[in-house]
């Protein structure tokens, strides 16, 4: 019951070749054939397109992402994944790399906070504002801010359905 075969709205046609287990082995996409790569736990490390790999995907011991990298225009641009102890992601940093020398070109860093109810409600870039959820109860969203700029805020009935926004 995977999906083998399918043409988009364009003609394109794209062809999907699985393993026993179900997991996607291989792709062809009018031509562009790529192999899809897995470990011992079944956690995609990598793909290869054209015997090259493409991509990469890493995990630490608990078995959560770390990074994704990929080549771009000669340069590796990687995406690394940082996580709380109970599992939530608490940043995100973009990293491109000199081909040649590995030397740091550009970096963006993203961090993410958690209210005492463990629901995400600040995301914080490098050199901008904080943008924040303002939420009430068990997570309704009462608001959001960029900064301390009101961006949007909610009036709810008792049953917290929207009945104004500003």
């Given at each position: 019951d995977r999906l083998i075969q399918e043409t988009g709205f364009d003609g394109r046609t794209q062809r999907y070749h699985h393993d026993l287990t179900g997991?996607?082995?291989r792709s062809e996409d009018e031509g562009l054939v790529t192999h899809w790569h897995y470990d011992e736990a079944d956690r995609l490390t990598h793909r290869t397109v054209k015997g090259e790999t493409a991509e990469r995907w890493r995990y630490d011991?608990?078995?959560w992402l770390t990074d994704i990298s990929h080549i771009s225009e000669g340069h590796r641009?990687?995406?690394h994944y940082g996580y709380d102890e109970k599992g939530r992601l608490t940043g995100e940093r973009q990293t491109v790399h000199h081909p040649q020398t590995e030397a740091l070109l550009w970096q963006h860093e993203t961090r993410?906070?958690?209210n005492a109810q463990?629901?995400?409600n600040r995301c914080i870039p490098d050199?901008?504002?904080?943008?924040?959820?303002?939420?009430y109860g068990s997570?309704?969203?009462?608001?959001m801010k960029l900064g301390d700029t009101p961006l949007v805020e909610y009036t709810r009935d008792r049953l917290h359905r929207e009945t104004l926004r500003s």
């Open positions: 997991k996607l082995i011991e608990r078995g641009v990687t995406v993410h906070a958690y463990g629901l995400a050199s901008l504002p904080a943008v924040e959820w303002l939420t997570g309704y969203l009462a608001g």
